[in-house]
């Protein structure tokens, strides 16, 4: 494997240099803004942008999306986070942190739900506030989708000089 000039047997890069030596993952990732956890191979969540890590950087405003189109419980949030791609592999925990944060700090509120067969069910709804931050969440990310549409065009404009 050929990583930042350097080659390395089967093990990878990750057991071979030394801690902050240049070449070496640990500067890599700290270049990139990421940090670096032994064991950790380059597509696992150590850039900004790739892996889980961005995918639980994407939990909160699709959280905030999903409340703003209407009021539901954890589970079914979970089921809804799947259909964007987001929910896949997390740990439902998460979300369910995420809620109880979001209601306790007025985002969302929440109300028991003893309709239906079973346990009653906490639902959440979006307030005032929570749109807000929707709002805040969507003008950032429409920035942020121009600048990585810059980059995918530059990026394709390189492989055709290839």
């Known amino acids: 494997m050929h990583f930042h000039g350097r080659s390395y047997g089967d093990e990878g890069p990750n057991r071979a240099g030394r801690e902050g030596e240049e070449g070496h993952p640990h500067h890599f990732f700290a270049m ?3 940090r670096f956890r032994p064991g ?18 994407l939990l909160r405003p699709a959280v905030l999306l999903l409340l703003a189109e209407e009021p539901s419980h954890g589970y ?3 089921g ?11 740990d439902p925990s998460l979300l369910y942190r995420l809620l109880r944060v979001m209601d306790k700090s007025g985002l969302a509120e ?17 307030t005032p506030q929570g749109m807000e931050l929707l709002d805040m969440w969507m003008s ?3 920035d942020d989708l121009e600048i990585v549409e810059r980059i995918r065009e ?9």
Do not use: C, N, Q, W
């Open 80 to 90: 809804r986070l799947k259909e964007l791609g987001i929910g896949k592999g997390m």
């Open 40 to 57: 950790m191979g380059l597509m696992e969540g150590g850039f900004m942008g790739l892996g889980a890590g961005f995918m639980r950087h």
């Open 140 to 142: 950032r990310l429409d």
């Open 110 to 126: 929440s109300t028991l739900d003893d309709t239906g067969a079973g346990p009653a069910r906490k639902v959440y709804r979006l």
């Open 32 to 34: 990139m803004g990421g």
């Open 154 to 162: 530059r990026y394709h404009r390189l492989e055709r000089r290839s």
């Open 76 to 78: 079914r949030l979970m």
